[in-house]
């Protein structure tokens, strides 16, 4: 009997043993686990109804807060709302009770909920006040900016991203279709989800935010980062070499050759192939001058193949081939920025970015402060620098490079009087008959000798395959931008 009951006993040790060790599992390893879990709608409904802080513009402009709930029968006490709709839907983001978040609203959560341990401990001192311990984001993107932006844009899909290149701010972050967040934040189920099947099936992915989320092939925008990194390697200069004038251009390993816009002839120098975009000297230039270890080492430089740290969830990396091992051809076509190369439109605005800024590449962000609820400063985003590919010397040659092309190059509908501006035009081409392609402008200005903003626009499926494409079409966005940034810049 003795023997029955110690046998029992060591058997309800070891459950109670089993049981101990289960729940210390549960509850310690793998809380996080189950506290994101998609199906804990009780985590869910707490952060729904927690006290939310607002997002505002540069210029001052409510652009998401929070509302009482009218309805005295809902669980939830606040409604989300976008005073601002579609204008900031891809910067504010989303917050929804069935579809999570997007944007500022996901990137920035925390300080939007006061859950940050600085915000925490402020509101220690609040105990006996009635305040709300909530963060309220400011964020660069000014509201006069980015509607200009859309103005020039229009209802042709494509982005535009205007870049503050000392701080790296960006100051117009847009892009074309967009959605109002209002549609996704509503507290009808029924509403909610007809909206989110709408949005998702909806011609050109207006949730993406195409600004950075998205790459396209940029055309002949990327012969700056050929002609930086031939620079920058000490592989050419603004004298040598000087390519031979030509109408077309055969690789090595290939019979097929590569020609000019309307097999026009052209060559020479770099401020003079940069001018007038000639292909077979960038083709040239990266297959034969520069070589493919230093393309693939140099574009890293740039960012390419490597996400830029902007301050949203979800930025694509552009990409820059890296396997040229006995494929000069594809080489030389991806030195003029086409066979698989590819970029966001915000990639491109910080190459333009970096030219302006002596070569240094400033990390893009949106977010400028927090504030608490009396409006004073909890934390301010401190610039930094990305990527340094080239030396103020090497980027002062990159620069007055692109001022030619503006001054008397492709670009020239770039211009803005009374300041200094620089820009290339690209056309990437879709092979399509009769041709169509996306139009690129790349560019920055400020008053001579002071770059102080860059900017870049795509403009998708345009009809068209020459390289003037990119200076009719997007030139005139990208100058509508520029010239009210630096206006506004100037105190203006």
């Known amino acids: 009997m003795n023997r029955q009951i110690a046998r029992l006993g060591i058997g309800l040790l070891a459950c109670y043993v089993a049981l101990f060790a289960m729940l210390n599992w549960v509850q310690v390893l793998q809380a996080d686990e189950y506290a994101e879990h998609p199906l804990n709608t009780a985590r869910i409904r707490k952060e729904f109804n927690r006290p939310r802080g607002s997002i505002l513009s540069a210029d001052g402009a409510v652009l998401a807060t929070s509302t009482d709930n009218p309805d005295p029968n809902s669980e939830f006490e606040r409604i989300r709302i976008y005073p601002e709709g579609e204008l900031f839907g891809q910067v504010t983001g989303y917050f929804s009770f069935w579809y999570g978040a997007s944007g500022v609203e996901q990137a920035y959560a925390a300080q939007l909920s006061g859950q940050t341990v600085e915000q925490q401990l402020r509101g220690l001192g609040d105990l006996f006040v009635q305040r709300e311990n909530v963060g309220n984001v400011v964020v660069s993107v000014r509201k006069d900016l980015q509607q200009t932006a859309r103005d020039a844009l229009g209802e042709r899909e494509g982005s535009v991203v205007a870049i503050d290149v000392k701080t790296g701010e960006l100051l117009a972050f847009w892009s074309y279709p967009s959605f109002d967040p209002s549609s996704l934040a509503g507290l009808d189920h029924g509403n909610v989800e007809q909206a989110w099947k709408?949005?998702?099936?909806?011609?050109?992915?207006?949730?993406?935010?195409?600004?950075?989320?998205?790459?396209?092939?940029?055309?002949?925008?990327?012969?700056?980062?050929?002609?930086?990194?031939?620079?920058?390697?000490?592989?050419?200069?603004?004298?040598?070499?000087?390519?031979?004038?030509?109408?077309?251009?055969?690789?090595?390993?290939?019979?097929?050759?590569?020609?000019?816009?309307?097999?026009?002839?052209?060559?020479?120098?770099?401020?003079?192939?940069?001018?007038?975009?000639?292909?077979?000297?960038?083709?040239?230039?990266?297959?034969?001058?520069?070589?493919?270890?230093?393309?693939?080492?140099?574009?890293?430089?740039w960012g390419f193949n490597d996400a830029p740290p902007i301050d949203l969830p979800g930025p694509a990396r552009s990409v820059f081939p890296t396997n040229f091992t006995r494929d000069l051809p594809k080489l030389a076509q991806s030195s003029i920025g086409q066979n698989d190369v590819q970029a966001t439109p915000?990639?491109?605005?910080?190459?333009?970015?970096?030219?302006?800024?002596?070569?240094?590449?400033?990390?893009?962000?949106?977010?400028?402060?927090?504030?608490?609820?009396?409006?004073?400063?909890?934390?301010?985003?401190?610039?930094?620098?990305?990527?340094?590919?080239?030396?103020?010397?090497?980027?002062?040659?990159?620069?007055?490079?692109?001022?030619?092309?503006?001054?008397?190059?492709?670009?020239?509908?770039?211009?803005?009087?009374?300041?200094?501006?620089?820009?290339?035009?690209?056309?990437?081409?879709?092979?399509?008959?009769?041709?169509?392609?996306?139009?690129?402008?790349?560019?920055?200005?400020?008053?001579?000798?002071?770059?102080?903003?860059?900017?870049?626009?795509?403009?998708?499926?345009?009809?068209?395959?020459?390289?003037?494409?990119?200076?009719?079409?997007?030139?005139?966005?990208?100058?509508?931008?520029?010239?009210q940034a630096l206006a506004l810049k100037a105190g203006g």
Not at 420 to 438: I, W
Request: hydrophobic fraction near 40%; charge should be neutral.
């Open 198 to 301: 709408l949005l998702n099936a909806a011609p050109g992915q207006p949730l993406r935010a195409h600004q950075y989320q998205d790459r396209y092939f940029p055309g002949s925008t990327f012969k700056v980062v050929t002609a930086g990194v031939g620079v920058q390697s000490g592989t050419v200069t603004p004298e040598e070499p000087v390519y031979p004038v030509e109408r077309s251009w055969t690789p090595p390993q290939t019979q097929v050759p590569i020609f000019n816009f309307g097999g026009s002839a052209c060559g020479g120098s770099l401020f003079q192939v940069m001018e007038i975009s000639c292909n077979t000297a960038f083709a040239r230039m990266g297959t034969e001058t520069i070589g493919p270890d230093e393309m693939v080492r140099g574009t890293a430089t």
């Open 346 to 483: 915000l990639q491109m605005a910080l190459v333009a970015a970096a030219v302006a800024n002596g070569g240094r590449m400033m990390r893009p962000h949106v977010m400028t402060e927090v504030r608490d609820a009396d409006q004073q400063v909890v934390s301010r985003f401190t610039p930094s620098t990305w990527k340094q590919p080239l030396t103020p010397e090497h980027a002062a040659i990159i620069r007055d490079a692109m001022i030619g092309v503006v001054r008397s190059g492709t670009a020239s509908a770039l211009a803005i009087p009374g300041y200094e501006v620089g820009g290339k035009t690209g056309t990437a081409q879709l092979g399509t008959e009769p041709p169509r392609s996306h139009t690129w402008i790349i560019g920055f200005g400020g008053p001579p000798g002071d770059p102080q903003v860059a900017v870049a626009v795509v403009v998708l499926n345009q009809p068209g395959a020459s390289e003037f494409t990119g200076g009719r079409v997007a030139a005139p966005i990208a100058r509508a931008v520029l010239q």
